[in-house]
Structures are given as C-alpha cells and as structure tokens.
C-alpha cells in the first residue's frame, strides 16, 4: 500500500511538470481548453490544467522573410517575364494568423503572385525594368491590407530580380551597346569641340600678349630714345653754357687786366677777319674802321721794320 502512495505521487508531479510550459522571448502560444480558443501565452511562466488545455500552435513573432520562386507575368505589351520578389512581414496577432486561414504562408505566397500580376499587367516592359520603387510600394501596400484579417502585418515587398525572354535580353544588349557607342562619339565630338575651342582661345590669348609685348617694348623703346634725347639736349645746352661761361670768364679777365687800345684792336681785327672768310654772306664793317686802318699800317711798318733788320743781320754774317 505504501507503495502504491509513492508511485501516484510519483505520476502526480510528472503531470504537474508536464504541464508547466515556458514561452521564450518573442513567440506566443495559442491556448484551446477542450476545442475552444482560451487565450494566448506571452513569454514567461505558464501552467496548463492536464488533459483540458492545449498547446494548438507556437508562433513566433519575430520579422520573418519569404523568397519566393519567379512567377511568369504579362506586361501589357504581351511580354513574358519572370519575376522573382522577397517579402518581409510579422505576425501581430497570433489568433488571427492560427485561426484566420488556413496554411498562411502558403496564402501570402499566392497574394503576393496575383498582386504582382495585377500590377504589372498595367506596365509595359521598360516601365517595369525601371519602376521597382513603384511595384514595392503598390504590392505591399495591397498586401498587407487583403492580410490584416490573417493577423498579419506586411512590412514589405522587395521585387529582386527581373528576367526578361532571352530575346528581349539580346535587343536590349544591343540596344545598350548602340547607346553607348553614341554616347562614346558624343563625347568624343564633344572633347574635339572643347580641344579646338581651347587651342583657339589659347592662340588667341597668345596673340593679345605678343601684342601687349611688343606694345611695351615700343613704348620702353621711345621712352628710351626720349631719354637719351634729352640727355643729349641737356649735354650740348650744358656745353653751350660751360662755353658761354667760359667766354664770360674770358672778357671778366680781359676787363679786370685793363687791355690797351691797341689789344681791342688787333682782337677786332681778328674778329673781322673770321668774318670776312669769305663763308658769310654779309660783311659787318665796325665802325671805328679807322682806327682799324690805321692799326695796319702801324703794324705793317713794325714788321717792315724788323724784316730790314733781320736782312741786315744776315747780310753781317754773310761778309764775316
């Protein structure tokens, strides 16, 4: 009998514990007390009544990420391509997500597909190729209200790749490949254009300062023979002055030795000698020509008078 007391209470604390549950961090559980929703376990400690409650599902409510494979769709100028999209979303409510549909991952993939194929269907190809920002945003925003009655919250949608036919790939190969060759003589055009326009205004810029150079070396040039000009002009006015000066001097010592009547003459008489030279056109006559005359013959008759003596003189020698 003792026995039989330790081994149901032995059973009794396995029930107990088998039925304390601990939720982790971000997962909730959702209760059914005998088929019915009874509630929803947040994270911690929790205690279910064995044999009534049940565990019906974990979910977890961390943001999850779904790849989904491409789908085929239509643009609306009939081409065919293959979308493939990645969606990210959280469950927020986990009721919802366990009792509002069935297999909602799978419904969201299929949501996700026909929303695309309604979107896409209203783009031709290159507004498609071009316009992701546009698909994002318009698929997760219908997505995510066709799944609020599910629980759950579509952050968003991320179209990750576009694959066109392989022959829509080939023309636009070749239509990249055309547009950069025109872009590449475009700008080589462009950069001859800019080449010559430089080399043009360099030559231009080159010529205005051989001009400016050859300006100035003019004008330091005439400035220079000026310079000299004057230095000249003021030479030969500075050698007339130092000659009149020096005649100056000439009469203020002639004046100051008291010269005799005689001296004046003979100075005079040189004087009109220089001028009737016979070089001038005009002959001055001094008034006192006279005296003058009179200058000569007394002179005259003093070399007369030496050219007897010096005859006489000679004539002595001779006879000693």
């Not at 514990?17 to 961090?25: A, G, T, Y």
């Not at 003589?185 to 001009?211: C, N, P, W, Y």
């Not at 300006?215 to 023979?225: D, N, P, Q």
């Not at 016979?278 to 200058?295: C, E, F, H, R, W």
């Amino acid at each position: 009998m003792e026995f039989l007391w330790i081994g149901l209470g032995i059973v009794l604390l396995i029930i107990i514990f088998s039925n304390i549950r601990v939720v982790p961090q971000a997962y909730a559980f959702v209760i059914e007390r005998l088929g019915v929703y009874h509630g929803t376990w947040e994270s911690g400690l929790h205690v279910k009544l064995p044999f009534i409650d049940k565990v019906v599902k974990r979910v977890c409510l961390k943001e999850q990420v779904m790849d989904f494979n491409p789908q085929p769709v239509i643009t609306k100028d009939n081409v065919t391509m293959h979308i493939d999209s990645v969606l990210f979303f959280t469950i927020r409510d986990p009721k919802l997500y366990v009792y509002g549909v069935d297999r909602p991952l799978n419904a969201i993939e299929n949501l996700t597909a026909t929303t695309m194929r309604n979107i896409v269907g209203d783009l031709e190809l290159d507004a498609c190729l071009t316009s992701r920002d546009v698909i994002n945003a318009k698929i997760t925003e219908l997505i995510d209200v066709a799944s609020d009655p599910w629980g759950i919250k579509v952050n968003r949608v991320e179209v990750k790749n576009i694959i066109p036919p392989s022959e829509i790939q080939n023309a636009m190969e070749k239509q990249m490949k055309a547009e950069r060759e025109k872009r590449e003589s475009i700008l080589r055009a462009e950069g001859e254009k800019q080449s010559k326009i430089l080399t043009a205004e360099g030559e231009r810029e080159s010529l205005v300062i051989r001009a400016e150079a050859q300006k100035k070396a003019r004008i330091l040039a005439a400035e220079a023979i000026k310079e000299e000009k004057i230095r000249l002009a003021e030479g030969d006015a500075e050698a007339i002055l130092k000659v009149k000066q020096a005649t100056a001097d000439g009469i203020k010592k002639i004046n100051e030795s008291e010269p005799s009547k005689e001296y004046l003459n003979i100075r005079a008489l040189e004087a009109f000698e220089k001028v009737s030279d016979g070089k001038a056109t005009k002959i001055i006559v001094p008034s006192n020509i006279q005296d003058i005359s009179g200058l000569i013959a007394s002179v005259t008759e003093i070399a007369k008078k030496d050219a007897e003596k010096t005859s006489e003189v000679k004539n002595a020698k001779d006879e000693a």
